[in-house]
């Protein structure tokens, strides 16, 4: 078999693990993207085997083949469609049971096909006894155990990969079950009677083989997962535990390790990195304006950002952490009370929460939202949860005008995203989408230590995005605002005079009532369009600041207090999201309208709060 063509496309339920194995094969060599026409994500990635190039596809967890979902179509297109040399369908072993529901659909598709039985010491910690040998005979594959947070089994596995590659297997038991599929196929006219004597019948023949494969304990203990959500999913308890691990999240990200990592590449780049490039460009004769443009221009710009990958990197450590441990899944069931409140689901709060690390992946999520006018809601709402790109904004701010208490001051306007999203969704559902409440249904996983390559993988994909656009659109940014900056029409100006300020100058009468009627505060907002991380690119430009908190301060004195530069992190949080944000809410959405009414609402809800915030705090505290 030429390596060409082969390839293996790994299929499952939500949280069985399907990543992990993923991750486990490909390393960092992956690609993620979305799939052609759609905006559900798409990962691809090879790894290599008795020297031999194998091509893997990590398709969307599923529950079934039911073409109720994005995620179903896209994974049972691209399995009759592209015909993989072999489907790994990954099966939880602690919810064996369940997860054989999608098992058989597959194996109806008539595809090479072998089982990765995941998560076997699991199962076993839970008394599970899975008779491997009678589940093989009864579905006529190959079933390997494997724990792929841990690597093992991952050999036997790939072995039986290549073995298996283009091998369709029958057994009477099976075809005899199909059979009486095809029969309802034939005599049931309705398509939604049709699918639920299919699901009925395949849950009696799964029951019916179960007894030869599983055995359960009689009276099954309480699991540490069992235990532990008796804590974290307490009526009373819940809530309160949540905020209480966001704070932490902050705290990490600012108090124990970001910022003493920020300080420590701010002076790596200002003290060391700079003074060492501008005596190169002197001692190779380069004009004064090139200097001032790398040094004053690019570094600063660009350095500006760059410092704040600490943080970057500490907050999606956290957001990681809560994912792979399946404390996420537990948060869309806590919150699902208080999402009801305004006509959604708790499942619409994963998107929110999701925001936090950035805007784009999570309204793409929204495609997991059955109801329509949820998931339009869910998109409008999404931009007010501050995403990392926000973030040096907040840090380089609070570090100025509120030192030592920054992962308050963070942790406050994170909170203030969500309650924002909250209320704008209730009044949403209540004149814009009203609709009948649809029913919540998620699956629980079991709490699993995360693995430390996934975690790797997982922030280092995140971090390097960050340093791809500080490499490219903020680099770029940089350029034109240095010039922006120090020409007008003329030739070369005083920044007082040059085409940015007057640009500035142009639209700071808007932003005077909300305490921030600078043009070098209002050019920095309209940049920010581009990408929020290029508001500190501008302000470090403008400021020539990159150095420490206190000088950013100094420099800022003139133009912000302590409120004025709350009232401007609270704009930076709520007001128009960057263009590709935009763009994402009009590919979801498939329409302009909804678009340009997300663009201006968000504005003029983001224009009132912070105007309302800084003229109510300026009458309390003077």
């Not at 299929?11 to 759609?38: D, E, I």
């Not at 004064?288 to 990197?313: E, H, K, R």
Request: glycine share 6%; with cysteine.
């Amino acid at each position: 078999m030429s390596h060409e063509n082969f390839t293996i496309a790994l299929a499952g339920n939500p949280n069985c693990g399907k990543t992990t194995l993923f991750n486990s094969l490909t390393g960092s060599r992956q690609y993620v993207g979305n799939w052609p026409g759609v905006t559900v994500e798409k990962k691809e990635g090879y790894f290599v085997s008795n020297g031999e190039k194998i091509k893997i596809v990590d398709l969307p967890g599923i529950y079934s083949l039911s073409p109720y979902s994005m995620e179903e179509i896209v994974s049972k297109n691209y399995i009759i469609e592209e015909n993989p040399d072999v489907v790994v369908n990954i099966v939880d072993a602690a919810n064996l049971e369940r997860n054989l529901f999608l098992t058989l659909q597959l194996l109806s598709l008539r595809k090479p096909m072998i089982i990765a039985l995941n998560m076997i010491d699991v199962a076993q910690k839970m008394g599970h006894e899975i008779n491997i040998r009678e589940l093989e005979k009864k579905l006529g594959l190959r079933v390997i155990p494997i724990v792929a947070s841990r690597n093992e089994g991952v050999e036997e596995l790939v072995d039986a990969i290549r073995s298996e590659a283009g091998i369709t297997r029958e057994t009477p038991v099976l075809e005899e079950f199909f059979d009486r599929i095809s029969e309802i196929e034939d005599i049931v006219a309705s398509e939604d009677m049709r699918e639920e004597k299919k699901t009925d019948l395949t849950y009696e023949f799964i029951e019916s083989i179960s007894t030869d494969i599983l055995k359960k304990p009689e009276d099954e203990k309480y699991t540490v997962s069992d235990r532990i959500d008796q804590v974290v999913t307490n009526k009373y308890l819940a809530i309160p535990i949540f905020a209480l691990m966001m704070f932490f999240t902050f705290f990490v990200t600012f108090d124990l390790v970001g910022n003493p990592m920020n300080e420590f590449i701010d002076g790596l780049i200002a003290g060391t990195i700079a003074p060492f490039l501008e005596s190169v460009l002197l001692a190779i004769g380069a004009q004064s304006w090139l200097i001032a443009l790398i040094i004053d221009g690019i570094l600063s710009g660009v350095g500006g950002v760059l410092v704040f990958i600490p943080n970057v990197a500490c907050l999606f450590l956290m957001i990681s952490l809560m994912e792979d441990t399946g404390y996420m899944a537990r948060v869309a069931f806590i919150m699902d009370r208080a999402m009801r409140n305004i006509g959604l689901s708790g499942k619409a709060f994963i998107p929110l929460v999701l925001g936090i690390g950035c805007n784009v992946p999570a309204i793409m999520s929204t495609r997991t939202l059955e109801n329509e006018k949820d998931r339009l809601t869910s998109i409008l709402i999404n931009p007010f949860v501050s995403c990392s790109a926000r973030l040096p904004v907040y840090t380089l701010f609070a570090a100025a005008f509120f030192p030592g208490r920054e992962k308050y001051i963070v942790f406050s306007l994170y909170a203030l995203g969500i309650l924002v999203a909250i209320a704008v969704g209730l009044v949403f559902k209540k004149t814009l989408f009203k609709a009948d409440e649809t029913p919540f249904i998620m699956e629980l996983p079991q709490y699993r230590f995360p693995s430390p390559k996934n975690l790797f993988l997982h922030i280092w994909d995140r971090v390097k995005g960050f340093i791809i656009k500080a490499g490219t659109l903020i680099f770029g940014a940089s350029v034109v605002l240095w010039f922006m900056l120090n020409y007008n029409f003329s030739g070369p100006s005083e920044i007082n005079s040059s085409i940015g300020a007057s640009i500035g100058k142009m639209i700071a009468p808007l932003f005077a009532p909300l305490g921030f009627g600078s043009y070098q505060a209002s050019l920095s907002l309209l940049t920010g369009v581009l990408a929020k991380e290029v508001v500190i690119a501008n302000m470090a430009i403008i400021y020539g600041i990159g150095e420490t908190a206190g000088e950013f301060a100094a420099a800022l004195s003139s133009t912000f207090t302590p409120i004025s530069a709350y009232a401007f992190m609270i704009f930076v949080l709520l007001y128009t999201p960057c263009v590709s944000v935009i763009g994402v809410i009009r590919r979801e959405t498939n329409s302009i309208k909804w678009t340009v009414f997300s663009v201006l609402y968000q504005f003029g809800i983001a224009w009132f709060v912070s105007m309302a915030f800084y003229q109510i705090a300026s009458l309390l505290l003077g």
